[in-house]
Nanobody, 120 residues
Framework: VQLQACGGGLVQAGGYLRLSCAASGLTFSRYAMGWFRQAPGKEREFVAA????????EYEDSLKGRFTISRDNAKNTVYLQMKSLKPEDTAVYYC??????????????WGQGTQVTVSS
């Protein structure tokens, strides 16, 4: 199983990024997908999750309205759109495949992460 995240980069505060995570080696449409992030010196934290069909989503409360998770099962890809970015959003962002949960333990497979840096 491979989860390949991309789309990170350096952006100014207030800017926008869209992360993508392409999955292979698993039946993508059978898995919920999640995004987590880890800032330097901090624990990995939940960002968002989406059910296998895309019909249900979960967000970390403080990110609602700025972040949007979506998926395209035909492309085996999950996305995370991030707008109005803040310096505190700076982190390595990871995608994961598993159950629809808000903790790491729900997920079986993890990508390698993509760095998002928001400058003030």
């Amino acid at each position: 199983v491979q989860l390949q995240a991309c789309g990170g980069g350096l952006v100014q505060a207030g800017g926008y990024l869209r992360l993508s995570c392409a999955a292979s080696g698993l039946t993508f449409s059978r898995y919920a997908m999640g995004w987590f992030r880890q800032a330097p010196g901090k624990e990995r934290e939940f960002v968002a999750a989406i059910s296998w069909s895309g019909g249900s989503t979960e967000y970390e409360d403080s990110l609602k309205g700025r972040f949007t998770i979506s998926r395209d099962n035909a492309k085996n890809t999950v996305y995370l759109q991030m707008k109005s970015l803040k310096p505190e959003d700076t982190a390595v962002y990871y995608c994961a495949a598993g159950g629809l949960g808000v903790t790491s333990s729900w997920y079986d497979y993890w990508g390698q992460g993509t760095q998002v840096t928001v400058s003030s």
